[in-house]
């Protein structure tokens, strides 16, 4: 086993379900931002620049491999956007599987193991897939049961607390009954200037 791993980190509450749990190990995560789904620009910049901060208050490595991928993310998942999700974690873990074999890392995994709102058994899926395809390890650990605690602890240390979870499209169905209930308001002011 390793004494560090690439840990595929899609913001800072996430990651506060994972570390502790691999230093418990005695595995040193070296946190690696590659997150081309998070939308828009200024969430992005939050997201990653939260980690930037938090990560020398506890002596964690980042490695940032810049990437605000907009335009290419959208042109790959516009003709399935309910089949997004797939796109988007095959993405950041075939990344990830690409630069640790590339950097020297025999092991990677991912903070999105941590969610209770993402597919797990794809995200495990896709890294294994990768994993076998770059030639490195994918150290498989179910974060899950430590989410609650990770995202309250996040609270109390004043993370940036993201509302959705990444692109343009979970934005809008975070969203979706606010949309509809204040497109239903304005629809009637309208419906009464006609009326009036």
């Known amino acids: 086993m390793t004494d560090r791993v690439l840990l595929h980190t899609c913001c800072a509450p996430c990651s506060l379900s994972c570390i502790d749990p691999l230093r418990s190990?005695?595995?040193?995560?070296?946190?690696?931002?590659?997150?081309?789904?998070?939308?828009?620009?200024?969430?992005?910049?939050?997201?990653?620049n939260c980690l930037l901060e938090y990560a020398p208050t506890i002596n964690m490595e980042v490695l940032v491999q810049e990437d605000y991928g907009l335009l290419e993310f959208v042109q790959h998942v516009a003709n399935d956007i309910p089949g997004r999700c797939t796109y988007c974690y095959?993405?950041?873990?075939?990344?990830?599987?690409?630069?640790?074999?590339?950097?020297?890392?025999?092991?990677?995994?991912?903070?999105?193991?941590a969610s209770l709102y993402q597919n797990h058994e794809k995200i495990a899926a896709a890294g294994e897939r990768f994993a076998k395809e770059?030639?490195?390890?994918?150290?498989?650990?179910?974060?899950?049961?430590?989410?609650?605690?990770?995202?309250?602890?996040?609270?109390?240390?004043?993370?940036?607390?993201?509302?959705?979870?990444?692109?343009?499209f979970s934005e809008e169905d975070r969203y979706h009954k606010q949309i509809l209930r204040q497109k239903s308001e304005f629809d009637a002011l309208l419906e009464g200037l006609h009326q009036g």
Not at 90 to 109: I, N
Not at 150 to 166: I, S, T, V
Request: hydrophobic share 35%; proline share 5%; glycine share 8%.
């Open 134 to 168: 770059y030639g490195v390890e994918f150290l498989y650990r179910d974060f899950r049961p430590n989410f609650r605690a990770g995202n309250q602890r996040a609270r109390e240390l004043g993370f940036y607390m993201q509302k959705y979870c990444g692109c343009i």
């Open 25 to 48: 190990e005695g595995i040193e995560p070296v946190a690696f931002w590659y997150n081309p789904n998070v939308h828009p620009w200024k969430e992005y910049e939050a997201r990653r």
């Open 90 to 113: 095959e993405t950041r873990l075939e990344a990830t599987a690409r630069f640790a074999k590339e950097h020297g890392f025999t092991h990677f995994t991912s903070t999105l193991l």
